[in-house]
C-alpha cells in the first residue's frame, strides 16, 4: 500500500545487488522494446511533441546512462529530485476524504524533507531518461473530489 510506495519514493535502500538486477532487467527491455514498430513511435511522438522535450526522454531512457550509472550518482540524483515537495499522489476510488488524507498523512507524514532547495540547474540537463517535473514550491496541495453525475442528468 501506501507505505511501500513512501519507502520506494523517500528511503530506497539501493543496495547494488538490487541496483544491477534492475539495470540488466532495464536494459534487456530497452533490446526488446527496440523493433520497427517502436522506432515508428518514437518518431510520430517526436513530431507530435518537437516543442518540449517529451520527445527526448522516452521512459526506459538512455541505453548508455543506464549502463554507466554508479550507486553514489543514483542516491544523489534521488536525494536532489525525490522529495516530498516534488511529488504529486493521486487516491482514485471510492474512499472518503478524511480517511485518505489520514492514510496519506501516516504513510508520508515521515518522508525527509531536506532544508536545502530542490536541485539548482536545469533536471533535464542531468538526466535525459528521465520523466519529471522540476520542483514548485507554490504548488498548493489540492483535494480532489468527483461525484459521478446522476444518470437522470445524463438522459
Known sequence: GLDVLAEVAYSPEFR??????????????????NDCTYRLQTQIIGAS??????????????????????????????????????????????????EAVEEVARAFG?????????????????DAAALFRP????RPRVLHDYAAPRRAALA
Open 110 to 126: 515521515g518522508a525527509p524533507r531536506s532544508p536545502e532547495p530542490p536541485g539548482s540547474g536545469d533536471p533535464w540537463a542531468r
Open 135 to 138: 520542483s514548485m514550491p507554490s
Open 16 to 33: 547494488m545487488d538490487r541496483i544491477e538486477k534492475e539495470r540488466r532487467a532495464v536494459l534487456s527491455e530497452a533490446q526488446m522494446i
Open 49 to 98: 511533441h518537437a516543442e518540449n522535450c517529451i520527445h527526448a526522454r522516452f521512459p526506459i531512457g538512455l541505453e548508455a546512462q543506464i549502463a554507466s550509472w554508479t550507486e553514489p550518482e543514483l542516491r544523489a540524483f534521488h536525494s536532489t529530485w525525490y522529495r516530498p515537495e516534488n511529488s504529486t499522489l493521486w487516491i482514485v476510488g471510492d474512499v472518503p476524504e478524511a
